[in-house]
């Protein structure tokens, strides 16, 4: 079992720059993949960003360059700085977290998430 928590969004000016932080709290499970997706209204939810816990990275094009995702494996943190942003970055952004057990089998688990809104 994975408990997700999302936190950081906020009002920004286009330009701006917000840090979201995701906490994976975990309960005889490994958190393996972990990665932000967003849903904008009217939208389908789609992949910003993903990272695995050896460090493979992944972006969508769309922020590709002006996002970074990081993780803090010990705490199973997962974090998203995002510089630049556009008025089409406003979203709901979610997290998603992997937790895997002994035998390999995974299950898949989501936050409330956290909302973004660039005014432009």
């Known amino acids: 079992q994975v408990h997700v928590v999302e936190s950081g969004g906020g009002l920004v000016k286009a330009g701006g720059s917000l840090t979201l932080s995701c906490i994976a709290s975990e309960t005889n499970v490994f958190v393996a993949d972990m990665a932000w997706y967003r849903q904008a209204p009217g939208k389908e939810r789609e992949l910003v960003a993903s990272?695995?816990?050896?460090?493979?990275?992944d972006y969508s094009h769309s922020v590709k360059g002006r996002f970074t995702i990081s993780r803090d494996n010990a705490k199973n943190i997962l974090y998203l700085q995002m510089n630049s942003l556009k008025p089409e970055d406003t979203a709901l952004y979610l997290c998603?977290?992997?937790?895997?057990?002994?035998?390999?089998?995974?299950?898949?688990?989501w936050g409330q998430g956290t909302q973004v809104t660039v005014s432009s």
């Open positions: 990272i695995d816990n050896a460090n493979y990275i």
């Open positions: 998603q977290a992997e937790g895997r057990n002994f035998l390999g089998y995974s299950e898949y688990y």
